[in-house]
């Protein structure tokens, strides 16, 4: 979703944390049908657009079924739904220690969460003394469990070491099948999936 002329449209939104931006039926391209998730638990229909990123922060752009344009830092909000051409996804608001987050869910079960980043990072550069958006894939997964405060972020360099903390008190046989082909990162979905369904139903997992 590589959008130039919206992202410009838009950039003063990443300024604001809940901010309207526009009111009427203004014309935009770029958004996809879906609904907001508030603090409280209702559904704000309407479309949304793409996550972008200023200073490690969240922000997306939120148009409701009146064409009035929301930016909504992740703070403000649950979560959000979007259904594109091809794909339904599901973001909730995440605060990983430093940067409030929109993290896509994958799955969740007995208390595990797994997640994953935005693989198309849009984030605001200044070059030459104007501010334009940069667009970049990333893969980052963050792991979620009942008894921790802030997701677990597991990179390449540091999902083997993070896992095996975890696996090594409930699943001796996965802990040693880290790193090992079929256990690597781009295997993390599998893995924590055989995980979870190695644990009894409403088992606390204690780090």
């Known amino acids: 979703m590589n959008r130039l002329l919206f992202f410009l449209t838009l ?3 990443l300024h604001s944390s809940h901010k309207e931006l526009f009111a009427g039926n203004i014309p935009l391209e770029g958004l996809y049908p879906g609904f907001v998730l508030t603090l409280n638990g209702y559904q704000l229909t309407g479309q949304i657009g793409d996550i972008m990123e200023m ?6 752009i939120f148009m409701n079924d009146f064409g009035s344009i929301y930016s909504y830092h992740p703070r403000m909000i649950s979560g959000f739904f979007l259904k594109t051409e091809t794909n339904s996804l599901f973001y909730e608001s995440k605060y990983d220690g430093k940067n409030w987050l ?22 605001w550069i200044y070059d030459k003394g104007m501010s334009r958006p ?5 893969i980052e997964y963050f792991l979620d469990v009942s008894s921790l405060g802030n997701p677990i972020k597991l990179t390449r ?5 993070k ?3 975890l696996f090594k008190k409930r699943n001796l046989d996965l802990a040693s099948k880290i790193g090992k082909p079929g256990y690597r990162f781009q295997n993390l979905p599998e893995i924590i999936r055989q995980f979870t369904q190695s644990l009894l ?3 606390k997992i204690l780090l």
Do not use: W
Request: include cysteine; hydrophobic fraction near 35%.
């Open 102 to 123: 929109y993290l896509q869910l994958l799955f969740r079960e007995k208390g595990v969460s797994l997640y994953q980043m935005p693989v198309d990072r849009i984030q």
């Open 163 to 165: 896992l095996l903390m």
């Open 134 to 138: 940069f667009s970049y894939p990333v």
């Open 11 to 13: 950039m003063s939104c």
């Open 157 to 161: 360099a540091t999902y083997r070491k």
């Open 55 to 60: 200073n490690g922060n969240h922000s997306v």
């Open 201 to 203: 139903d409403k088992e």
